[in-house]
């Protein structure tokens, strides 16, 4: 018979001896999101605890040294300082002291009270330092100095996205005695699960107990498993001597439970293993872990299973900033990230590019979406030069290998240890596109991916691990077969080499469709519209659009346009017609121009929002007619903090322009607000001639604001940030981008003509009346130049066209009579051309010669 857990009962009924628990016994765990100093650059003796920082600026965490950020593609590199005052008591003194942060980009050297305690390098997953031996009764000043330097032993190298700086999630400080649960250092698994076709399983914790007191003694770890109800379904205990200044891993099994409730997207069936740490009768630590019932089965030739049950991925590749607040984004904002793709329709996430937020993990368990979680090891095109975003994914000198290798396989762990006990997700994936590195470090990236495949199997053998992104190299050279687990993107989808690749597989991209929105009301297939492979191949598991939203972007905002929801988090159309198809919700009328009278304010949150900095609330403006229809007008607004202590990135107030990188579109407006006190706030919404709209916001859980006291945001005046050094620089693309044709002779496939090798060729089909050869550079270029080389000297007839949209092109040169022979060319337009496609259509007919095309190259400037 199942027993209803209380506070006061549960060890009772688990151990059968009488004992008096008390809320204190445990840890206590404080989030320090509040009350930061900062102070961005380098600041000689910043770590001291008589350092003047009043001339700071006064912040709250999450933070990023962007803020305010609107998918600029420069941004500032360096370092950045925080500090804030922490209270201990005599008691505090006795206890084991953490400091655990979720993430800082990139490096984080961190002080209390002048004191170096602890370093940790790596942006996205994150660590815990114990600073006991340097804390003091009363205040202690803890001061992080952070930096985002390019470091060639860090991973990434290099990466698509922007890459800004800061304490950029949660920081928590935790008491805990002597003797205490590592952190993270408990993994849960239902071993018998798949076995029993799901009708039963037992439950296995492994729990890592530290013993950092001078007394080896007897330690008991009591476990139970407690349903959604609140019941506990199963419990058992262990018992273990440890060593003074050791740690033990308890082992242990409990019963079998029978009839389990599953987890799976359509059902959110999520227990807690919940743990408490005796010494004798003393209660010394507990902790709760949600978990949930499920097993996974892949297969190459019918794909992915869940739970028994075939299952095709509907997914959707999602970046972590937003609009304003860059990576710098709440727990709340990025569960209503993980909501609005679930919205949609759409069942798995891909976490592009890098370790996500544990709060992101557990949006994804708790609105029922798998998440394919992957290692911050992948690469870009661009100039493979060290010092900079676009470098080769693995080191060019010798030297500089094995630090990298190691920190590499470190961030890996990092993440698995994080995330395991996390239901939905379901793979470990190594890496994006990591062949857009040097060519002579290929085989350096084939060995560490070997090593991180490994690796993965001995941390955590029920998950299968995954190379995200391997559609290149081609042919003798490919990289998908090293994994369990292969993912293509882009032109991946259509390569032979790639088509029923015997392993599991998915299309981990596609789509990378460019859009403003509103956009069209259209699916984004992209590679998959060439050969209907939309509609599935028996084999493959699914596939994965980019992306789910706009995002910031080292190669300029249009490359980050490519979302379904734009920057702001408002959905284009695109997002309403995957609503529709998956979802079944139809969309709505589209808002039209007309007579704009008024405008209405609205809240994702309106009471009880939290003020810690985990909590927040999105606003949007809409314009509307008299009779308060929507319209499309998108005249200028201001929003504006009347009163109380909210925020906006941009500080009390912000303006949105339709011509301003802080854009209303399509008669729409949106940011995300947020607080560090407890009160009312507010916000007006106004534009010049219209009636305005206020709403009020009630903040919780934080020092009540009092005006003239409690301490006053400052404005932060948005300027686009320039790169002085990078604007204007040349940069050449092909190797590795994507390719398509019209067809293609077997052996001599598309990606051969931008795989850098000039003894490999593309050639057309002999059938082939009308052939083309085109390649993606997925940036927006200012044109330079376009040069191709052909495998021998030929009577080649062909024109070469360029466009910024795959669908309108214009000549930039044409051969069609060609009456020599060539074996290349070189275009330089005499006037700057935009461009990111270029085609080149080849002519049948008498005298005509099928094409043999060895290498393209396109030089050029990225635009924004």
Known sequence: MRKLITAASLWYLLLGIDMVIAATEGREIFNLNREWMYKCGDYCGAEQPLFDDSGWESIGLPHSFSIPYFMSKDFYVGYGWYRKTLQLNKSDLAKRLFLEFDGVFQEAEVFVNGQLVGKHVGGYTGFCIDFTPYAVAGDNVLAVRVNYLWYPTVAPRGGEHVFSGGIYRNVRLVKKKSVHLDWYGTTVTTPSLAMNGGRSSVVRVEACVKNASVVKDLYTLVIAVVDSLGYAVTSCSQTQEIEAGGEFVYDMITSEIEAPALWSPPSLALYTLVSKLYNGKCLLDSEEITFGFRWFEWTADKGFFLNGNHFIFRGVNV????????????????????????????????????????????ACDREGILFWSEAPFWGTAGPKVDGGWTASAYPVNDKDVDGFEADVLRQLEEMIRIHRNHPSVFVWSMCNEPFFTDGKTMPGVRHLLKRMVDKTHQLDPTRMAAIGGVQRPLGKDRIDLIGDVAGYNGDGATIADFQAPGIPSIVSEYGSTTANRPGKYMPGWGDLGRDEGWKGREWRSGQAIWCGFDHGSIFGSDLGKMGIVDYFRLPKRSWYWYRDIYAQVAPPEWPVAGIAARLRLEASKINDIGADGTDDTHLTVTVLDIEGCELSNSPDVNLRIISGPGEFPTGKSIDFAPDSDIRIQDGKAAISLRSYYAGNTVVEASSPGLETARLMLSFVNAPLYKKGESREIENRAYVRYRNRVENGKLQTYGMNNPTFASSSQKGYTAGLAADGDYDSYWQPEDKDISAYWTLDTERRLDLHRVKAIFSGLANYRFKVEISSDNIVWQTIGDYSHLSREIDKIDIQPDQTMKMRFVRFLFLSGEGSVRPKLAEVQVVGIVTE
């Open 319 to 362: 970046h972590q900033d937003q609009a304003g607040w860059g990576d710098a984004v709440t727990e709340a904002a990025t569960q209503r990230d993980v909501r609005q793709m679930k919205e949609a329709g759409f069942n798995m996430i891909r976490g592009s590019h890098y370790p996500h937020s544990s709060a992101f993990s557990d």
